[in-house]
């Protein structure tokens, strides 16, 4: 994967077509305003990427909510192994 690109929010406004072009390429436009990231801009596949993270992020459960099953996965969970 090409490295990120930075550009100023000003510059990344007037140029929005060329950004999104480049984007196919470097997968993200990093975008910043006073020398500070204020957001980005991912290519399609890049989001695709991002929205697969998000779905498989980590819920919150409570331990006495959770059923005998779940239970059972967590004692027989082993490091580093990552269920399908």
């Known amino acids: 994967m090409a490295e990120a690109v930075s550009v100023s929010a000003t510059t990344f406004a007037r140029n929005f077509a060329h950004y999104q072009d480049e ?3 470097t997968k ?3 975008v910043t305003s006073h020398d ?4 980005g ?6 989001l695709k990427h991002y929205e697969r993270l998000k779905a498989r992020e980590r819920k919150v459960l409570l331990v ?3 059923t005998d ?3 059972a996965d967590i004692e027989a969970a082993e ?3 990552e269920v399908q």
Do not use: T
């Open 79 to 81: 490091y580093g192994v």
């Open 69 to 71: 099953d779940v239970i």
């Open 41 to 46: 801009y991912l290519s399609a596949s890049e």
């Open 23 to 25: 984007a196919i390429s």
């Open 28 to 30: 993200v436009i990093v």
């Open 64 to 66: 006495g909510a959770l």
């Open 36 to 39: 500070r990231v204020v957001g």
